[in-house]
T-cell receptor, first 114, second 114 residues
């Protein structure tokens, strides 16, 4: 119920291509769905997030698509660049005992080949 | 400089020893979290705290302990009862009442048990 399943585990994309990472969840109590980007040796940082009443959110080259009925959401990176090479985590958030509680997916290591 | 400071960055420990990881923040955030990161498993929640002198167990609290005596500080002790403590540990914070899915992460502490 609390799990968020993420795929693929790793992804290689050519420069200029589209990178797509998918996530699925079970618990309908989640009320926010963020994506985090992590570079080696650093902590994750918020990239983009979406509420479940919105089907798509775009920020620059990054787009989240959200399918509430299927309980799935995905990250699309358009015109992928070598600087996008990082590990990406999807997450689902809910309020639990007064605090935000985030459940993370397993992560996707993205490599953009020049 | 505002932010989250985790120390030490690298730590080596012999089996059977307890070790304490430090997390200090000057963002004036109420909520603080500890996550453990292992390859292929994403980030898993160990403990979180909404206010001083109060904290809740996360999904993998066994073998860990925390304290929250000050708003700025949330140290994590990895005890000898933790069966597989080698991992990358991440501290995070967020504003009380936030519902955006955003956590602010430190740069992590890598613990290796020899």
């Amino acid at each position: 119920q609390q799990q968020v399943k993420q795929s693929p585990q790793s992804l290689i994309v050519q420069k200029g291509g589209i990178s797509i990472i998918n996530c699925a969840y079970e618990n309908t109590a989640f009320d926010y769905f963020p994506w985090y980007q992590q570079f080696p040796g650093k902590g994750p940082a918020l990239l983009i997030a979406i509420r479940p009443d919105v089907s798509e959110k775009k920020e620059g080259r990054f787009t989240i698509s959200f399918n509430k009925s299927a309980k799935q959401f995905s990250l699309h990176i358009m015109d992928s660049q070598p600087g996008d090479s990082a590990t990406y985590f999807c997450a689902a958030s809910m309020i639990h005992q007064g605090a935000q509680k985030l459940v993370f997916g397993q992560g996707t290591r993205l490599t953009i080949n020049p | 400089d505002g932010g989250i400071t985790q120390s030490p960055k690298y730590l080596f420990r012999k089996e059977g020893q307890n070790v304490t990881l430090s997390c200090e923040q000057n963002l004036n955030h109420d909520a603080m979290y500890w996550y453990r990161q292992d390859p292929g498993q994403g980030l898993r929640l160990i403990y979180y705290s909404q206010i001083v002198n109060d904290f809740q167990k996360g999904d993998i609290a066994e073998g860990y302990s925390v304290s929250r005596e000050k708003k700025e500080s949330f140290p994590l002790t990895v005890t000898s009862a933790q069966k597989n403590p080698t991992a990358f540990y991440l501290c995070a914070t967020t504003l009380s009442g936030a519902r955006t899915g955003e956590l602010f992460f430190g740069e992590g502490s890598r613990l290796t048990v020899l």
